[in-house]
């Protein structure tokens, strides 16, 4: 292994004051008689303020705990991730372990845990043509007090430890040389257009803007699987697919990865169905399936005989048997002796199970698979036995769990929590001992990021509450009550997350917290269409029914909250960004019962969002088709909040981003143009550099400061009492 010392290295010392700073001053005040200042309501400044923790990783022997805290550089407009690291006893505080003046994300462990990879873009002093500034990666030494972070030759993509400790895997892309014209018009012509030309038809995606041609393998080469020893080298390619690998696990015997890859990426006219692989180390490689389905996450069993990986029906076959639903997706056993196809052999392990299982991870016995989901407002770790059977519920709490993460023996979880009141940190707990829904009081907490910021700010409690939709279906909600004046009846306003097939639930959200601080009400609901409630609630908005069922349940649930809370029924607000966009324009046409509205990126019209945004497939899919076919057609228009834009009345902010390739911008356009045609109160911001997602911290106080506003204008917040807490 030859070391590549990075640019101003990490110390693993001298960082503790960083995180005893804040309490020390609280104490020094207790110790000095000084009364400790009340907590104060949300501001819109305080957004600079939050801090999480994420992507927990527990070293194999248990003993550490890294993970990223993320925090924002306000005077920089960006957003900061460092690697941290904390004992698993909690016995010291944790301590930042990488370079401030550098982002690092994505903490690994090699198996003995002498090694601490992660991805960090800074200069490389390294001189090989693998090892250049295009490699991110870089290694600390977890054997030693102290140490600066290196490279290891040849390792450019993040690592894939072996668990021999002899190999190091990974899936890179080859850089792609651009094409430089030597005819001198043809090079005064390239340097003098600016356009786009292309004749592809998955020319552009959010967030990446203008795509090359992926069907061609120059323009867009495949990230194929790689290995080079684990004291470096050049790397060796395995696989030779010629289109992406994804997935990647090595056996236990160290012999052998397995992978997933869908061999039809450069069909334009094909949506994904990734199949699954075996390579070895000479790179012979052995198919499993090929039968339209769609695999991913291989995970191995300890005997190295068979796998367990998630398996739906593709999409494409989705929409050609006109399904009225979607995919159900399963965690399968496999015996790595089967042949092609033989899925006879395979065992199903969640059939009954009506939720959708994640990643799966299995134990170090071989008796069972861990794997994360999704139920009702809750995200928890779940396990089932090897030979299926009922799924139980391994982790407990009102509150969403993430980045699980296990040690070698399997005996200690690590994982990142989060609920309403309380931004993510990062935890500890045992799985060896018995807990029930005693997790909570029995777990460790191992990161204090957030102490200082709620000791100083009061946030209000999110109360769960379930009500029956128009057909009697049970929908799950939250309502935060703002502190307000006995007996005062004060405005509300109704949130509608993205998706539709997405959640709201009991995680911290500063914008929901912002609208409470500031006198309102919040209710904010899952209605069908939501994960985390079984299949046939996710596929309640399937078949052209976004904003019909949904709309019946999130108007349930308003009903449920004036019946219930003292609101101001004449003072309702709704807002909802993407699929919470396209429900606020919906709503507004179907009702007039809201007297201001916030729609943030938004579809309008679905027959031109069909050709403008860059993942038709919502569209061919749930509504059964594209708008030259007579039911595609039938359904987007129906469904379009411009087809009704005659029934709007109430005043409507649209914040949209003009570089939204998901959403573009002319679906707020139209309908912004359409209510100020027809005089009714409306007003558009625009962030120019602001994709769908991935948005700023600067264009993201200015868009909360910019509703704040509307609502205040037209909900009456000047009405509001103050009451102290």
């Not at 990426?265 to 094909?270: G, I």
């Not at 991913?296 to 009225?324: C, K, N, Y």
């Not at 088709?625 to 039911?631: F, H, L």
């Amino acid at each position: 292994m030859r070391a590549h010392a990075g640019t101003g290295g990490s110390s693993l010392l001298a960082i503790p004051l960083l995180v005893l700073s804040s309490g020390v001053i609280h104490a020094q005040a207790r110790q000095a008689g000084t009364a400790t200042p009340a907590p104060r309501a949300l501001e819109l400044q305080d957004y600079y303020r939050i801090e999480t923790a994420s992507a927990p990783t527990i070293s194999p022997d248990g003993k550490r705990v890294a993970f990223v805290r993320t925090y924002l550089v306000e005077n920089e407009n960006r957003r900061q991730s460092e690697i941290w690291l904390a004992p698993a006893d909690g016995s010291v505080p944790a301590m930042r372990i990488t370079n401030a003046a550098f982002n690092a994300t994505d903490p690994r462990w090699s198996p003995d845990g002498s090694l601490l990879a992660f991805t960090s873009r800074r200069r490389s002093l390294a001189g090989t043509p693998d090892s250049t500034e295009d490699s991110a990666i870089w290694f600390l030494r977890m054997d030693a007090p102290a140490g600066e972070a290196f490279q290891i030759d040849g390792v450019v993509a993040p690592p894939i430890f072996s668990p021999d400790n002899r190999w190091i895997a990974f899936v890179r892309r080859p850089r792609v040389r651009p094409h430089v014209p030597t005819d001198p018009m043809e090079k005064k012509l390239a340097e003098r257009f600016k356009g786009k030309i292309y004749d592809w038809m998955n020319a552009r995606f959010d967030q990446r803007g203008y795509l090359p041609d992926p069907r061609d393998s120059l323009a867009t080469p495949a990230a194929e699987l790689y290995v080079v020893p684990r004291a470096g080298g050049t790397p060796r390619a395995l696989t030779h697919v010629g289109v992406d690998v994804q997935d990647a696990a090595w056996s236990p015997d160290s012999r052998s990865l397995a992978l997933v890859a869908n061999l039809h990426q450069r069909d334009e006219y094909s949506y994904e169905h990734s199949d699954l692989f075996v390579v070895d180390l000479d790179g012979k490689i052995k198919r499993y399936t090929d039968d339209g389905y769609d695999h991913s996450a291989p995970a191995w069993t300890p005997d190295g005989r068979s796998l367990v990986v998630r398996r739906e029906q593709g999409l494409s076959a989705v929409i050609a048997a006109r399904l009225t639903h979607g995919a159900q997706i399963d965690l399968y056993w496999v015996p790595v002796d089967a042949a092609l196809n033989d899925t006879s052999r395979w065992r199903n392990l969640t059939p009954q199970w009506d939720l959708i299982p994640g990643r799966p991870e299995v134990v170090a016995s071989g008796a069972a698979v861990l794997f994360d989901a999704e139920v009702g407002g809750d995200h928890h770790l779940f396990r089932v036995s090897m030979g299926g059977g009922p799924v139980e519920q391994v982790t407990s709490g009102t509150r969403r769990l993430s980045g699980f993460s296990t040690s070698a023996s399997g005996g200690l979880l690590a994982y990142a929590a989060t609920d309403p009141t309380h931004p993510s940190e990062v935890y500890v707990f045992s799985l060896d001992q018995p807990h029930g829904d005693r997790q909570t009081r029995l777990e460790r907490k191992l990161s204090n990021l957030s102490d200082a910021f709620l000791r100083d700010v009061r946030l209000d409690s999110a109360t769960r509450v379930v009500f029956d939709s128009k057909d009697g279906t049970k929908v799950e909600g939250w309502l935060i009550m703002p502190h307000h004046a006995a007996g005062e009846h004060i405005p509300l306003i109704l949130g509608i997350h993205g998706g539709p097939h997405g959640a709201f639930g009991n995680n911290f959200d500063f914008e929901m917290q912002l609208f409470a601080a500031r006198g309102y009400a919040v209710l904010y609901t899952n209605p069908r269409g939501s994960t985390g409630y079984g299949e046939n609630f996710l596929w309640g908005t399937w078949g052209g029914r976004w904003g019909i069922t949904d709309y019946d349940d999130v108007m349930a649930g308003v009903d449920y909250i004036l019946a219930h809370y003292p609101i101001d029924a004449k003072r309702l607000g709704v807002t909802g960004y993407s699929y919470g966009g396209f429900m606020t324009d919906w709503i507004i046409t179907q009702t007039h019962r809201f007297a201001a509205a916030v729609a943030g990126a938004g579809i309008s019209n679905w027959v031109s969002d069909y050709g403008t945004a860059d993942i038709p497939r919502t569209k061919e899919s749930e509504f059964f088709g594209a708008p030259w076919e007579a039911k595609g057609f039938e359904l987007l228009w129906r469904q379009s909040p411009i087809h009704y834009a005659a029934n709007v009345t109430t005043p409507t902010l649209f914040v949209h981003g003009e570089a939204d390739l998901r959403v573009p911008i002319e679906q707020a356009e139209q309908m912004y143009t359409a209510l100020k045609k027809r005089r009714v109160p409306a007003r558009m911001v625009r962030y120019p550099d602001s994709y769908h997602g991935g948005w700023s911290p600067w264009n993201t106080v200015h868009r909360y400061s910019q509703e704040i506003q509307w609502w205040d204008r037209w909900l009456g917040k000047g009405q509001l009492s103050a009451v102290s807490p």
